[in-house]
């Protein structure tokens, strides 16, 4: 339901811009977000923008070089990725959810988005 793309392989320092579109989901009232999963390792969270676009979080990893938006006009959402490093490197999920209180105290758990992307691999080679 969720279609992540614009992975690609890079090299350390270099930016990429990654969108999501929502085919047969209106992401108006969810909290949309990214998580990603290198190999041999868990999901990681990585940002989620509230449904209304004002908050946006990010983890400690990406903060200050990932900046995560939307387009409700578009059913989208993109993040974007600078200064990218070479642990960077994972299959990146665009994910949905619905912005509840239970989304806002749990917002970094994977039990809260209901939809999930493919995935879309990025690597950033030194």
């Known amino acids: 339901q969720l279609q992540a793309s614009g992975g690609g392989m890079v090299q350390t320092g270099e930016s990429l811009r990654l969108s999501c579109s929502a085919p047969?989901?209106?992401?108006?009232?969810?909290?949309v977000g990214w998580y990603r999963q290198a190999p041999g390792q868990a999901h990681e969270w990585i940002s989620c923008?509230?449904?209304?676009?004002?908050?946006?979080l990010y983890a400690n990893s990406v903060k200050g070089r990932f900046t995560i938006s939307r387009d409700d006009a578009k059913n989208t959402m993109d993040l974007q990725m600078s200064s990218l490093k070479p642990e960077d490197t994972a299959v990146y999920y665009c994910?949905?959810?619905?912005?509840?209180?239970?989304?806002?105290?749990?917002?970094?758990?994977?039990?809260?988005?209901?939809?999930w992307g493919q995935g879309t691999q990025v690597t950033v080679s030194s």
């Open positions: 994910v949905a959810g619905l912005y509840t209180s239970d989304f806002i105290n749990n917002y970094y758990s994977p039990v809260v988005y209901d939809d």
């Open positions: 047969g989901i209106t992401l108006g009232s969810s909290a």
């Open positions: 923008i509230s449904s209304s676009g004002s908050g946006t």
